[in-house]
């Protein structure tokens, strides 16, 4: 297993010294020098083990970037494990509303139930906390 990319669906032989590589990189750890470049790749199919060359002159990704036996898809974009990034995503929430209530889960009915009596006792008693349904009427006072 590759530790440059783990997404690599293909071994490159490495002419230079006749040894199977994930990636450059791991033949530029284990060897003393650069790998011989060369205007065919020879291939081997990690999920079929099928060997294949691929010329780099000629190469078309859409057409050639499958495996000619099993049809893998070797030609993938690289995930590079050092450039993996997290997304974070910050929420602002209105007021009255608490974490466990901005997110809608429909599977849950329980949830959706409570939710539904909090956002509506909310709309009764409106942003103050006042309730807009049992306040003095203006004649009463």
């Not at 997404?7 to 530029?28: F, G, I, L, M, P």
């Not at 499958?66 to 974070?88: I, L, S």
Request: glycine share 2%.
């Amino acid at each position: 297993m590759c530790k440059h990319i783990p997404n690599v669906q293909t071994q490159c032989y490495a002419k230079c010294c006749r040894k199977w590589y994930d990636c450059a990189e791991c033949h530029a750890e284990e060897q003393d020098h650069d790998i011989q470049k060369d205007q065919d790749l020879i291939l081997i199919c990690k999920k079929c083990k099928k060997v294949f060359k691929v010329n780099i002159r000629d190469f078309d990704p859409e057409a050639d970037g499958f495996c000619p036996r099993c049809d893998n898809h070797w030609f993938v974009e690289a995930e590079n494990p050092n450039d993996r990034k997290q997304m974070t995503v910050e929420v602002e929430l209105a007021k009255g509303i608490d974490e466990i209530d901005a997110i809608v889960d429909e599977r849950d009915d329980k949830k959706m139930n409570r939710r539904q009596r909090l956002l509506e006792e909310r709309i009764y008693k409106g942003d103050d906390g006042i309730d807009i349904w049992n306040m003095p009427d203006s004649d009463d006072e």
